[in-house]
């Protein structure tokens, strides 16, 4: 023992005192610290209560809405919202037009209205029409409009002037409509015409009764009055009637299972590679880290429909397979890459190397030391993964190579919603809002997460 | 005009037609003029080609319709009328056609009947490899001319002086004056196509017309314009001076603004924009395209669905009515349970009024006792799963995946909905990879027999390979006489034939709507010669729309 070579009175006996009086930290764990430091960090709890919100929704949604998203009801095709209701069956019935002589043709310009415009009967299953004969026409228009806009509305049909009358089934909702019935000379028509308004009263036809299993097949009509109990659809439906809830609920399930199931697997492979040519080194790592940079350069498109022609894909079978088999091939090198980086580094920490020298062996310097340290990262690239791949699956959905129909995918769900965006935006709105916040969500989370994973943030702060 | 994707169909041909977002260059280009008597109008594309051998799609055929006049024509009614030819004379194995001497080319020479041999011969030629050549196969030797057998000089049609023509029959045709109306059967004139070789119809100076109109500008892939022909023989009858269209767009949504804008008279309407025009409060019009679209049927024998039960079950189950009205909702198809259309003409009245279509019953109760039969005869548990074959579009997936819901529902069919593009699909036509395809058939000539031929066992486009002695027995009988009577009869055999067999699930009638200048009149919607037709059309100078000063239509 030599004499130290510092005055001795730089250091000084503290005088005994109370241990709560000393300003120390409380014992934290690492991940006790993480959990402290997300807890603080407000945007990214909000974004982890909604994507708890939506997982929930998804999973436990087609207990609590148990609908089948791919039942159809042509009778309330795009609505924005329907409510539950009772309706008759209406069996379908042959009925007659009335039919006439035809006269001698005159010009348009001489053709008079139609007179004795009335209405049959009117369902929302068909309206039929009457009326008495034109002199000289050649043909009879029929045109329908909506409420009271201006003008005579849609096209119809063009009738033979044989017949008298008109039997409209076209998409007839309980709504008010106004008819009107014009004479033409076979090129055009006349100035004067005939209208009349009518609401037909809301009707389900046996066919879509008998479908969705309300009425027995050999159901007759003498039998008795058939009326039926339909559900209601909170969110609307669909361009074939189908419930928009229960189809973003089953969408959900399809994109949660590649926006999950594909970064887990590519991930994990991703750090079992990254780790393994990180801790060989060498001439090994130059290889294998130059075989991921290739397999970053592969379009993924391109290897997506190479794989469906491999996997023998076609005739409307799934592309979910090919799908995630795909992102999963291409999608490792980036964690990959991730790990190495971050295990090259650890390996000439100083603790390391401390490790080593009092001869731990190398599965715990690999269970103590190195997963753990690298679990930050991997979690991370892992919350920006999830939403890259439901976004992919979207894209692929949305541009057919998905999911196929009846199998609804949020991606999908956008596609279909896209063609009728102007006239039904609903159809669009609640999937695409869902893939939005969705994505959104996960990536604040991991933004809120990397932060919270790096403890020299804070020190350095 | 041979098989079409399932609504693509003359429909968006018709948008192609008519139909764009540039800002009106002159702003002064209005839809209709009645000072100068011009309308304006867009096209989807600029037409392939304007030689009127080899064309073969809507836009071509509707610039020849109007630049080109055959030996007959349709007037304003859809109803053969005198071209070129004043008289006709059709027997069992020959036609004469008397030509008019007032009708001229453009250049005011006259039209003789050497132009039309020459076109014909010409247009049969191997190397010119028309894919309309099979339309001349009536006319004698035509057939082994276009397979290079025999010289063009031996084809059954001769000039007999300038103004009449003979022609021989290789069988009894009919409909064969009705043949002479169609675009391949146009005159021309060999000193000037010769003078033009390569060049000829590639730009307008390279063209001759003896139609109404005279093509006067052609900018490639920009602009066509069209003006009256001084030289036509009924040149007084021709209203309008001038056709131009400066648009070209495949957008009907810029169609449509430039319809709002007033600088085009017509433009075709998708479904979303007609819920647009109407809340515009625009007239809107419907047309009939001619073509029935249906469900062809595998009947190769590995497939499932050649069995007849299962293929009487499929019949009780579709119902068309549904699927027109509900689910394309577009108005004006016609839901149908025949191949034959409802404008076809019969022996007098039309075909469908003297020979009604068979009564299929199209019940859930029906389709499930033929369904539990079928299982029973086969022995199988559960039925097969199905292969559904259809286009890209969005209105033909909904259409699919309604019949997907139909067949699962009612009859626990597992149907697989295969999206291709049309090239694809006719592809896989060929390759016979479908159990079920949603197809359509646009009419040739106004035959009954452009569609009865379509399911015998030597025609190309029978798909599915249906093959049945007693069908082809029955087209042969239609095709061996002129007797309409026996003709029919046939064909009303084949109508029932097509049901008992299910040859085919038919769906409906194609129809389009437009919006058109109320201005404008006269304008003829035709399924044949050419669509939309101008020949007859004039400008109401009276019409309010007019007095109010051109404001939007």
């Known amino acids: 023992m030599s004499t130290p070579a510092y005055p001795h009175d730089w250091f000084a006996r503290i005088p005994a005192q109370a241990a709560d009086d000393l300003p120390v930290l409380p014992p934290e764990s690492y991940w006790q610290g993480v959990w402290r430091r997300l807890r603080s960090n407000r945007r990214a709890l909000v974004a982890g209560c909604f994507l708890l919100l939506v997982l929930l929704f998804t999973v436990f949604g087609s207990v609590l809405w148990p609908v089948d998203p791919a039942k159809q009801d042509p009778g309330i095709l795009s609505r924005s919202y329907v409510a539950s209701r009772t309706l008759p069956v209406a069996f379908p019935d042959a009925w007659q037009v009335p039919m006439v002589e035809m006269g001698e043709p005159v010009a348009a310009s001489e053709l008079l209205a139609p007179q004795g415009l009335q209405v049959v009967s009117a369902t929302t299953d068909a309206v039929r029409l009457v009326w008495q004969p034109v002199a000289g026409a050649t043909n009879y228009r029929i045109y329908r409009m909506e409420g009271r806009g201006k003008g005579y509305g849609i096209p119809l049909a063009v009738v033979p002037a044989q017949y008298t009358g008109y039997q409209d089934r076209l998409d007839v909702h309980a709504q008010p409509y106004r008819y009107t019935v014009v004479a033409d000379d076979g090129v055009d028509e006349s100035a004067q ?60 399930q399809t994109s949660f299972f590649i926006g999950f199931g594909a970064p887990l697997i590519y991930i994990f492979i991703g750090c079992l590679y990254g780790a393994f040519s990180a801790y060989v080194g060498g001439r090994v790592d130059e290889w294998m880290m130059r075989f991921a940079d290739f397999v970053i350069a592969l379009p993924f498109l391109l290897f997506m429909i190479l794989l469906r022609v491999a996997f023998g894909i076609g005739a409307g079978e799934s592309g979910v397979a090919a799908l995630i088999v795909a992102m999963v091939l291409l999608g490792w090198p ?15 920490q100083p603790f390391v190397s401390a490790a080593k020298l009092m001869g731990a062996p190398s599965y715990y310097l690999v269970w103590r030391h190195m997963i753990p340290n690298v679990m930050g990262v991997v979690i991370v690239s892992l919350t920006f993964a ?31 919603g896209i063609q009728s965006m102007l006239v039904h935006p609903h159809e669009l709105l609640y999937p695409a809002a869902l893939i939005s916040a969705t994505v959104l969500a996960f990536n604040v989370l991991g933004d809120g997460l990397r932060d919270a994973l790096d403890i020299n943030l804070e020190a350095r702060s | 005009m041979g098989i079409i994707p399932a609504h693509m169909t003359r429909l968006s041909n018709i948008f192609c037609l008519v139909f764009a977002l540039l800002l009106p260059v002159g702003a002064l280009a209005q839809g209709v003029d009645a000072a100068s008597k011009t309308i304006t109008l867009g096209f989807s594309s600029e037409p392939p080609t304007l030689n009127s051998m080899e064309s073969t799609d809507q836009v071509s055929s509707m610039i020849l319709a109007h630049v080109k006049e055959g030996l007959l024509r349709y007037d304003q009614h859809g109803e053969l009328a005198p071209g070129v030819a004043m008289r006709w004379e ?30 014909w011969r010409n247009a049969l030629l191997p190397a010119t490899a028309s894919q309309y050549a099979f339309i001349l196969y009536p006319i004698k030797n035509a057939e082994a001319i276009n397979r290079g057998e025999l010289p063009a000089t031996a084809l059954g049609v001769t000039a007999v002086g300038d103004y009449e023509l003979r022609v021989e029959l290789e069988r009894p045709c009919p409909y064969f004056a009705s043949l ?54 009924d040149a007084q009858d021709v209203k309008l001076n001038r056709i131009d269209i400066p648009h070209m767009t495949s957008d009907p949504q810029a169609m449509f ?32 395209t001619g073509a029935v679209y249906f469900i062809e049927i595998n009947f190769r024998p590995e497939r499932a669905t050649s069995n007849l039960k299962l293929r009487k079950a499929l ?36 075909f469908l009024e003297e020979y009604p279509p068979p009564v299929i019953d199209h019940s859930l109760k029906r389709a499930r006792e033929l369904m539990r039969e079928y299982l029973d005869e086969t022995g199988q548990e559960t039925p097969p799963p199905l292969v559904l074959l259809t286009g890209e579009n969005p209105l033909a997936v909904q259409q699919a995946q309604y019949i997907q819901y139909l067949l699962r529902e009612g009859l626990g069919i597992e149907v697989k909905i295969d999206r291709q593009i049309f090239k694809q699909i006719l592809e896989k036509m060929r390759a016979g990879d479908f159990d079920l395809v949603t197809a359509g058939w646009g009419p040739d000539y106004n035959d009954a027999m452009t569609f009865a031929d379509l399911f015998t066992s030597w025609n190309e486009n029978n798909r599915g390979r249906y093959q049945s002695e007693e069908y082809d027995r029955l087209v042969r009988v239609a095709q061996g006489t002129n007797d309409q009577k026996v003709r029919m009869e046939a064909i009303a055999a084949i109508q029932q034939l097509i049901a008992d067999d299910v040859v085919i699930l038919p769906s409906y009638e194609n129809s389009g709507v437009y919006v058109q200048d109320p201005r404008l009149k006269g304008v003829v919607r035709s399924i044949f010669g050419g669509d939309p037709n101008f020949r007859h059309a004039w400008i109401d100078d009276s019409h309010p729309a007019a007095a109010a000063g051109a404001t939007t239509p």
Request: aromatic share 10%; with cysteine.
């Open chain 1, 193 to 252: 015409v005939a209208s009349l308004s009518v609401t037909p009263t809301a009707v389900i036809s046996l066919l879509d009764a008998q479908l969705q299993g309300l009425v027995p097949e050999d159901a007759v009509s003498t039998d008795r009055e058939w009326v039926v109990d339909l559900p209601s659809h909170p969110l609307g439906t669909d361009s074939l009637g189908r419930d928009m809830l229960a189809r973003l609920i089953a969408g959900g």
């Open chain 1, 334 to 348: 980036m964690a990959a890459r991730l790990v190495r980086g971050q295990v090259l580094q650890l390996r000439e």
């Open chain 1, 386 to 416: 999830i939403p890259g791949a439901i976004f992919t699956e979207a894209f692929l959905s949305f541009i057919g190579m998905g999911v196929v129909p009846p199998v609804p995918s949020w991606g999908s769900l956008c596609n279909d």
């Open chain 2, 90 to 119: 059709v027997t069992e194995t020959s036609a004469r056609f008397w030509l008019r001497r007032n009708a001229r080319w453009s250049d005011g020479k006259p039209v003789t009947a050497h132009d039309f041999v020459f076109a």
């Open chain 2, 180 to 233: 002479t109306a169609f675009m391949t059967y146009y005159p021309v004139r060999e000193d000037f196509f010769r003078s033009r070789g390569e060049r000829y119809a590639a730009d307008a100076k390279d063209m001759i017309s003896n139609g109404p109109f005279m093509l006067d500008k052609w900018v490639h892939g920009a602009a066509l314009s069209m003006a009256k022909n001084p030289y036509y023989w």
């Open chain 2, 257 to 288: 603004n430039l319809y709002r804008n007033n600088s085009i008279a017509m433009t075709g309407l998708t479904r979303e924009l007609l819920g647009k025009a109407v809340e515009l409060g625009y007239p809107i019009r419907s047309f009939e």
């Open chain 2, 315 to 350: 019949q009780a189950m579709i119902d068309s009515t549904v699927l027109v009205n509900r689910i394309i909702a577009i108005p004006g198809m016609h839901p149908t349970d025949t191949l034959f259309p409802r404008w076809l003409k019969g022996v007098e009245k039309p």
